[in-house]
């Protein structure tokens, strides 16, 4: 299997060459495991961040980096859930379809977390930004429930992501066409 080789806040990793389509491959990081990776990242990257009351994540990837800048930073996080669960009261949601899923996906905050966002100065975080699909539609999320969005930040910017001067992220990923 090809890899790429990356340094990200200190530490060295191949990522894997996966294909997406007949015309593209990616290569696939995944922080989940890599406690080593999730703890330097999360400090560089809270470093370059705007002050801010919350971070929120969409489930599942961007779980650990959420919870590990947190933990050392603003002690406050959400995750919008992929799907309803029993405990869920009220739940709003928005629809969005991303370059690793091949179908629409919906995201769900519930009406609790509604109030714990409402009025907060909310970083939105993520382990990789690609197309930026995923980042719209939880910015709309969080702007309709009256969150103010002061930053938008991920480990790793892939393909125009990395162009975009609204993201903050460590290191660029490019996009591997066939």
Same mark, same amino acid.
């Given at each position: ?10 530490? /060295?990793? /191949? !990522?894997?060459?996966?294909?997406i389509?007949?015309h593209?491959d ?12 999730? /703890?330097?990242?999360?400090?560089a =990257? !809270?470093?370059?961040c ?7 994540? @969409?489930?599942?990837?961007?779980? #650990? ?12 996080y959400?995750?919008?859930? +992929?799907g ?6 009220? #739940?709003?949601? &928005? ?10 996906? +919906?995201?769900? *905050?519930?009406? @609790?977390?509604? /109030? ?6 909310? *970083?939105i975080?993520?382990? &990789? ?12 999320? =969080? ?12 480990v ?15 290191e660029? *990923?490019?996009?591997?066409? +066939?």
């Amino acid at each position: 299997m090809s890899v790429y080789k990356i340094n990200i806040a200190g530490c /060295e990793r /191949e !990522l894997p060459i996966c294909p997406i389509n007949e015309h593209m491959d990616i290569a696939g990081f995944v922080m989940f495991g890599d406690v080593e990776v999730t /703890e330097k990242a999360a400090a560089a =990257l !809270l470093a370059k961040c705007p002050e801010h009351d919350v971070i929120v994540t @969409a489930e599942s990837k961007g779980i #650990p980096l959420a919870y590990e800048m947190a933990r050392i930073g603003c002690r406050s996080y959400v995750v919008a859930r +992929k799907g309803i669960k029993a405990y869920m009261e009220d #739940p709003i949601h &928005v629809e969005v379809k991303s370059i690793t899923t091949n179908h629409v996906q +919906k995201l769900y *905050l519930s009406k @609790a977390d509604c /109030e714990t966002l409402k009025n907060k100065r909310i *970083l939105i975080v993520d382990d &990789v930004i690609s197309t930026g699909e995923s980042l719209a539609a939880m910015e709309e999320l =969080l702007h309709s429930i009256g969150g103010q969005v002061v930053g938008k930040a991920c480990v790793l910017a892939e393909g125009d992501a990395m162009e975009r001067k609204d993201i903050l992220f460590l290191e660029p *990923l490019p996009l591997f066409f +066939k």
